[in-house]
């Protein structure tokens, strides 16, 4: 397991029809469903994205490019599977499949949430042209809760998961199903809020956080209670190092962990050996 903060900053219906046939594939996990967390973000869908780039001062953008930086060197590593299929799990409104798509010419991604209204933002971003068509084409939508996936064993060569796992009540679950359809040697990269070691940051992170986040929240979407879920989703969230300690218990290998903007997020990298 490696710590490399130090380093230097390492529903079960498709979406709304439209946005390229080859997205209309949906798939029904067939669970009952976690019923906060998808009246949650289905009612906050329309304004997540606006509340993101607000929210995050647009330090979003880098985290992503971050994530996407890694997944590219996990794919790479994978190129003899063809062609490499990469899940983005708890997808939301595809701004990580986007990524994935423009960056890498040759993958399929599979864009996966349990959130319909969230998918079908993503399906009318792709609409409104925030990728080509080509591109839209490489994203196949799937809902489907990341508890219970309906994807075969070992089929995909990396899996992303952006601020998800920790709206995910029974992570282990989840976990072991990441495990599951990962190809051997794939690996997982997961990007969620976590815990500033520094004391001074941490605290001025958990006043903005305290406050911020709901006044924000109730601003920009009309849901103020909305965000106090997600505030305290994100101070509940384990930090880094228990993080790897439930990553290790799934089963993954090679465990590292990199800090981004000071700790406020955590990159968390594993691979199936
Ligand atoms: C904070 S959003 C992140 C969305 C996207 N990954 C991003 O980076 O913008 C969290 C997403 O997790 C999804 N989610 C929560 N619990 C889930 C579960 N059990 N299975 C699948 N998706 C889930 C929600 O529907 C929501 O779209």
Request: charged share 20%; hydrophobic share 45%.
């Amino acid at each position: 397991m490696t710590d490399a903060s130090n380093r230097a900053p390492i529903c079960a219906r498709p979406p709304a029809s439209g946005g390229g046939a080859s997205m209309a594939a949906a798939v029904d996990s067939g669970l009952a469903t976690s019923p906060d967390a998808q009246a949650v973000f289905s009612r906050i869908a329309e304004q997540y994205d606006r509340f993101n780039a607000v929210s995050s001062l647009g330090i979003y953008r880098h985290w992503l490019r971050v994530l996407v930086d890694e997944a590219e060197k996990a794919v790479d590593q994978r190129r003899s599977v063809q062609p490499p299929r990469v899940l983005d799990l708890a997808g939301g409104t595809g701004e990580v499949a986007f990524a994935l798509v423009r960056r890498m010419s040759d993958i399929q991604v599979v864009l996966s949430d349990f959130c319909r209204p969230m998918l079908d933002v993503a399906a009318e971003r792709c609409r409104a042209g925030v990728i080509t068509r080509a591109q839209a084409g490489r994203i196949q939508f799937v809902q489907a809760d990341a508890r219970q996936l309906p994807f075969a064993d070992a089929s995909f060569s990396a899996l992303t998961c952006a601020y998800g796992i920790r709206n995910i009540p029974e992570r282990d679950r989840a976990l072991a199903e990441a495990f599951r359809v990962l190809e051997p040697g794939g690996s997982l990269l997961i990007c969620e809020f976590s815990t500033p070691p520094a004391a001074a940051w941490r605290r001025l992170y958990h006043l903005y956080l305290q406050t911020m986040i709901p006044l924000l929240g109730g601003l920009l979407t009309g849901e103020r209670a909305e965000f106090h879920y997600l505030r305290d989703s994100i101070r509940a969230f384990p930090h880094q190092r228990a993080f790897c300690e439930m990553l290790l218990a799934a089963g993954f290998a090679d465990i590292s962990y990199r800090n981004l903007t000071g700790g406020i997020v955590a990159l968390h990298k594993a691979v199936k050996r």
